[in-house]
Nanobody
Framework: QVQLAESGGGLVQAGDSLRLSCTTS????????VAWFRQAPGKEREFVVT????????CYSDSVKGRFIISRDNAKNTIYLQMNSLTPEDTAVYYC???????????????????WGQGTQVTVSS
């Protein structure tokens, strides 16, 4: 049973930074692609960023490009999401997701991912 667990969420002010972590029960290099999604109240789950095995390719949504950075520490089986210059529009539950199937293009749809964490709340006050 593969498990993903997010942590690091919280309440911050606009302009602040926050780093989320996603720790997996399986070695991160065993996943072809690991992503972050988010879901704000009353909205659909939204793609944020994804990284492929080895970090050879990363894709960011336009709404976070230049502010968020994804990284991984394979030795710790952990994926990080560094979030900078946060705004109230970034308020959401953030989920990490993983897939094993290979692809040459970034997968940005939630139904393309097999494994999910339980989510961590990020709230940005103005």
């Amino acid at each position: 049973q593969v498990q993903l667990a997010e942590s690091g969420g919280g309440l911050v002010q606009a302009g602040d930074s926050l780093r989320l972590s996603c720790t997996t029960s399986r070695r991160t290099y065993g996943f072809n692609e690991v992503a972050w999604f988010r879901q704000a109240p009353g909205k659909e789950r939204e793609f944020v960023v994804t990284t492929m095995r080895g970090g050879e390719k990363e894709c960011y949504s336009d709404s976070v490009k230049g502010r968020f950075i994804i990284s991984r520490d394979n030795a710790k089986n952990t994926i990080y999401l560094q979030m900078n210059s946060l705004t109230p529009e970034d308020t959401a539950v953030y989920y990490c997701a993983a897939r094993v199937s290979r692809s040459v293009v970034c997968k940005t749809m939630s139904d393309e991912y097999t494994y999910w964490g339980q989510g961590t709340q990020v709230t940005v006050s103005s």
